[in-house]
């Protein structure tokens, strides 16, 4: 007996200790697929961010290459015209962007700098001079140098100066690594974050965090976009190669300048908001054990008690009851020929009853049983009686004072032939597993909220990068509308008393404001296609070229074109985008056939793809570069001079956002004085992700 009890008494102890093993393995288990769940989440914002930061910092530097351009362009003109222009390309940047200018001879030594120094200061050796030497006559980002003119760490953004096809030297815009620092730091949505622009070398441009502990640092080249030069975005988990802090990255890449913005999250600020409900789940695990402990102890203790106290009925009996009060579970006997119902005492105090003033019946347990569960109960009952199986259900049960508790029914029936002579089972109350239950669904539903509002601030974020080109053209307007007022003031009342460079000034001041106003046009009209909801229609799409064709043609009496618009073009999208979009493509063959003595501009159906209907917008006017044509797109990109055709650079952008909004694509070809063709096409069945992403 003492063996067998032994044994029951391990048993029993090795089963707790199983259960205990089983909770503590789930609930760290959860807690870590929850963290692998919010870093996967967080590694996806860092790669979001990194893309909107590119974008951002690819348009600074294009604003950056055309100041170059125009500058170079100038640099044969007169020291003082020179000059001028370069003020105002450093007024419209930002204050402190760029530290100063500075044009170098073919031998490396400065002999002009915005700084008013004297020239002289030799940079031939200076790598990014080496690579605008060796290079042909595209950008050159450098990597990070220290300044031998005012001791700033600087990176340099350079193209290369020509005189009858040799290399006569470079010019230099300086643009101080401390401010690019600060720019960046303003995405930081926590302390511990990082934001990094790296040149292709591995260094740092500049860097959100310590940026001068950064300068001349090279990163590992365990880094993937170190790995694969081809690649253009990615993300990965390591340690900060400056302060060894782990952070999630994303990482996007420049095509035309091979820099890297890099966005780092940093763990510790990404979990920070799972900390405390990992406190909460561990404290709750940990009391779980403990109650599956206890109880475990205590049913073996009673194994214990009961088999060495056989003899002693009474007491038996009263430890019994009083582990039926600690587990709350009771049993219970009905015998349906007498009707007659026998309750344990646990059972009266789960139902509130007191077995001196209630009578326990069938019609009574029945009238306790909630009635949304009555029907279940009953269902559950007759298929345990037809199959002859025990029945097991858990049901709620009110209580007299109005309460409810939620109780577990085992039931077992003992049969003489096909009658039932006794129904024996337990009752137990369940309420407090059924509360600790709807906690860790509240727990987790709490944390899910979490992530969902961290996931919708991330994307108010992005809508406000969004809207920032939108509100600062929108704020230019008032201050441009007075410098061009106050100039046609001067110029209509003062302009005799003028000296001949002072109307030369006057001229430039007007003509600069009235550009800077088309391009705010443009700015704004990119801003508002991008906000604007679609409302597909069938268009014809023939008759809308036409309309746009005699637009451009009206007050154009002089130039003859040629126009071949194919009849029964037809297409489905939203009617004043798809305007936009004819006013563009065709604008642009009516601009750049401006100087061909017999223009024809074309407009016709291609064979495209399964389910698209695509067209070609055809011109034999200037045409342009195929080795360009991946700027073609980009906004504020220009493959002409200001002075040969005009324009902002925006137009072409716009078209390809807003087929892209549609479902669609467009591309370009063409070749130089030999005209231009741009491909564009449309689903036609409107695809409906992308009516609801528009709004």
Same mark, same amino acid.
């Given at each position: 007996?003492?063996?067998?009890?032994?044994?029951?008494?391990?048993?029993?102890?090795?089963?707790?200790?199983?259960?205990?093993?089983?909770l503590?393995?789930?609930?760290?288990?959860?807690?870590?697929?929850?963290?692998?769940?919010?870093?996967?989440?967080?590694?996806?914002?860092?790669?979001?961010?990194?893309?909107?930061?590119?974008?951002?910092?690819?348009?600074?530097?294009?604003?950056?290459?055309?100041?170059?351009?125009?500058?170079?362009?100038?640099?044969?003109?007169p020291?003082?015209?020179?000059k001028?222009?370069?003020?105002?390309?450093?007024?419209?940047?930002?204050?402190?962007?760029?530290?100063h200018?500075?044009?170098?001879?073919?031998?490396?030594?400065?002999?002009?700098?915005?700084?008013?120094?004297?020239?002289?200061?030799?940079?031939?050796?200076?790598?990014?001079?080496?690579?605008?030497?060796?290079?042909?006559?595209?950008?050159?980002?450098?990597?990070?140098?220290?300044?031998?003119?005012?001791g700033?760490?600087?990176?340099?953004?350079?193209?290369?100066l020509?005189?009858?096809?040799?290399?006569?030297?470079?010019?230099?815009?300086n643009?101080?690594t401390?401010?690019?620092?600060?720019?960046?730091?303003?995405?930081?949505?926590?302390?511990?974050?990082?934001?990094?622009?790296?040149?292709?070398?591995?260094?740092?441009?500049?860097?959100?965090l310590?940026?001068?502990?950064?300068?001349?640092?090279?990163?590992?080249?365990?880094?993937?976009?170190?790995?694969?030069?081809?690649?253009?975005?990615?993300?990965?988990?390591?340690?900060?190669?400056?302060?060894?802090?782990?952070?999630?990255?994303?990482?996007?890449?420049?095509?035309?300048?091979?820099?890297?913005?890099?966005?780092?999250?940093?763990?510790?600020?990404?979990?920070?908001?799972?900390?405390?409900?990992?406190r909460?789940?561990?404290?709750?695990?940990?009391l779980?054990?403990?109650?599956?402990?206890?109880?475990?102890?205590?049913?073996?203790?009673?194994?214990?008690?009961?088999?060495?106290?056989?003899?002693?009925?009474?007491?038996?009996?009263?430890?019994?009851?009083?582990?039926?009060?600690?587990?709350?579970?009771?049993?219970?006997?009905?015998?349906?020929?007498?009707?007659?119902?026998?309750?344990?005492?646990?059972?009266?105090?789960?139902?509130?009853?007191?077995?001196?003033?209630?009578?326990?019946?069938?019609?009574?347990?029945?009238?306790?049983?909630?009635?949304?569960?009555?029907?279940?109960?009953?269902?559950?009952?007759?298929?345990?009686?037809?199959?002859?199986?025990?029945?097991?259900?858990?049901?709620?049960?009110?209580?007299?004072?109005?309460?409810?508790?939620?109780?577990?029914?085992?039931?077992?029936?003992?049969?003489?032939?096909?009658?039932?002579?006794?129904?024996?089972?337990?009752?137990?109350?369940?309420?407090?597993?059924?509360?600790?239950? %709807? $906690? #860790?669904? &509240? +727990? @987790?539903? =709490? *944390? !899910?909220?979490?992530?969902?509002?961290?996931? %919708? $601030? #991330?994307? &108010? +974020? @992005?809508? =406000? *990068? !969004?809207?920032?080109?939108?509100?600062?053209?929108h704020? #230019?307007?008032?201050?441009?509308?007075?410098?061009h007022?106050?100039?046609?003031?001067?110029?209509?009342?003062?302009?005799?008393?003028?000296?001949?460079?002072?109307?030369?000034?006057?001229?430039?001041i007007?003509?600069?404001?009235?550009?800077?106003?088309?391009?705010?046009?443009?700015?704004?009209?990119?801003?508002?296609?991008?906000?604007?909801?679609?409302?597909?229609?069938?268009?014809?799409?023939?008759?809308?070229?036409?309309?746009?064709?005699?637009?451009?043609?009206?007050?154009?009496?002089?130039?003859?074109?040629?126009?071949?618009?194919?009849?029964?073009?037809?297409?489905?999208?939203?009617?004043?985008?798809?305007?936009?979009?004819?006013?563009?493509?065709?604008?642009?063959?009516?601009?750049?056939?401006?100087?061909?003595?017999?223009?024809?501009?074309?407009?016709?159906?291609?064979?495209?793809?399964?389910?698209?209907?695509?067209?070609?917008?055809?011109?034999?006017?200037?045409?342009?570069?195929?080795?360009?044509?991946?700027?073609?797109?980009?906004?504020?990109?220009?493959?002409?001079?200001?002075?040969?055709?005009?324009?902002?650079?925006?137009?072409?952008?716009?078209?390809?956002?807003?087929?892209?909004?549609?479902?669609?694509?467009?591309?370009?070809?063409?070749?130089?004085?030999?005209?231009?063709?741009?491909?564009?096409?449309?689903?036609?069945?409107?695809?409906?992700?992308?009516?609801?992403?528009?709004?």
């Amino acid at each position: 007996m003492v063996s067998r009890l032994r044994s029951t008494v391990t048993a029993v102890a090795l089963f707790t200790a199983l259960a205990v093993m089983v909770l503590w393995g789930l609930s760290l288990q959860l807690q870590a697929q929850l963290r692998e769940q919010v870093l996967a989440r967080a590694q996806t914002r860092s790669q979001q961010l990194a893309d909107a930061m590119a974008g951002q910092f690819g348009a600074r530097l294009a604003q950056l290459d055309l100041g170059l351009l125009d500058l170079r362009a100038r640099w044969g003109e007169p020291l003082a015209e020179f000059k001028e222009a370069e003020q105002r390309l450093l007024q419209a940047l930002p204050d402190g962007l760029v530290s100063h200018l500075s044009v170098v001879d073919a031998d490396g030594v400065i002999v002009y700098n915005s700084l008013g120094q004297p020239p002289g200061t030799f940079v031939g050796d200076r790598p990014h001079f080496q690579a605008l030497r060796r290079g042909g006559d595209g950008l050159v980002v450098g990597e990070p140098v220290r300044s031998r003119l005012n001791g700033e760490w600087l990176m340099v953004v350079g193209r290369p100066l020509w005189r009858d096809g040799a290399f006569a030297g470079a010019m230099h815009l300086n643009v101080s690594t401390d401010h690019l620092a600060g720019l960046l730091g303003r995405l930081v949505l926590s302390e511990g974050d990082l934001v990094g622009l790296i040149h292709p070398s591995g260094k740092f441009l500049a860097r959100s965090l310590d940026n001068e502990a950064a300068m001349d640092h090279v990163l590992p080249s365990d880094r993937p976009f170190l790995q694969d030069r081809q690649a253009l975005r990615g993300s990965f988990r390591l340690g900060g190669s400056v302060d060894g802090v782990p952070r999630l990255f994303g990482w996007q890449r420049l095509p035309e300048s091979g820099i890297v913005v890099v966005v780092g999250l940093s763990e510790a600020g990404v979990l920070e908001p799972l900390q405390r409900s990992n406190r909460q789940a561990l404290m709750l695990t940990a009391l779980l054990a403990l109650m599956l402990t206890a109880i475990g102890a205590w049913i073996a203790w009673l194994l214990w008690k009961l088999e060495r106290s056989r003899d002693q009925g009474a007491r038996s009996e009263q430890r019994l009851k009083s582990a039926q009060r600690m587990a709350r579970l009771g049993h219970w006997e009905f015998e349906p020929v007498g009707g007659q119902l026998e309750w344990s005492d646990e059972v009266y105090r789960i139902f509130g009853r007191h077995a001196h003033e209630f009578v326990p019946s069938e019609q009574a347990y029945l009238e306790s049983v909630h009635p949304d569960d009555m029907e279940a109960l009953r269902g559950a009952f007759n298929q345990a009686t037809s199959r002859r199986t025990p029945m097991d259900i858990v049901h709620r049960i009110r209580l007299p004072d109005g309460g409810e508790r939620h109780v577990r029914l085992l039931c077992e029936m003992d049969f003489e032939g096909e009658r039932v002579v006794r129904y024996h089972g337990t009752v137990q109350d369940i309420t407090e597993l059924r509360e600790t239950q %709807r $906690a #860790l669904e &509240g +727990l @987790n539903a =709490e *944390l !899910e909220q979490r992530v969902k509002a961290r996931t %919708r $601030a #991330l994307v &108010g +974020l @992005n809508r =406000e *990068l !969004e809207s920032f080109t939108y509100s600062v053209s929108h704020d #230019l307007r008032t201050p441009l509308r007075g410098i061009h007022g106050f100039a046609s003031l001067l110029a209509e009342s003062d302009e005799s008393r003028l000296s001949p460079e002072g109307r030369d000034a006057l001229r430039r001041i007007l003509d600069s404001a009235r550009r800077m106003g088309v391009l705010i046009n443009d700015l704004l009209s990119m801003a508002q296609q991008s906000r604007a909801e679609l409302k597909a229609e069938r268009i014809h799409l023939s008759e809308l070229a036409r309309t746009v064709a005699q637009e451009l043609a009206h007050g154009h009496e002089e130039r003859q074109v040629q126009w071949r618009i194919e009849r029964g073009l037809w297409v489905t999208a939203d009617p004043s985008l798809m305007r936009v979009v004819m006013q563009n493509l065709l604008g642009n063959a009516w601009k750049y056939t401006g100087r061909t003595p017999q223009a024809c501009i074309e407009l016709f159906r291609v064979e495209g793809e399964e389910g698209m209907a695509s067209f070609c917008v055809r011109d034999n006017g200037a045409g342009f570069d195929m080795r360009y044509a991946d700027q073609l797109f980009q906004p504020f990109k220009r493959l002409h001079r200001q002075d040969e055709f005009e324009g902002t650079g925006v137009g072409l952008a716009s078209v390809q956002r807003i087929l892209q909004r549609h479902g669609g694509s467009v591309r370009g070809e063409g070749q130089p004085g030999r005209g231009a063709s741009f491909y564009f096409s449309l689903p036609v069945v409107p695809l409906r992700h992308f009516m609801d992403s528009a709004g």
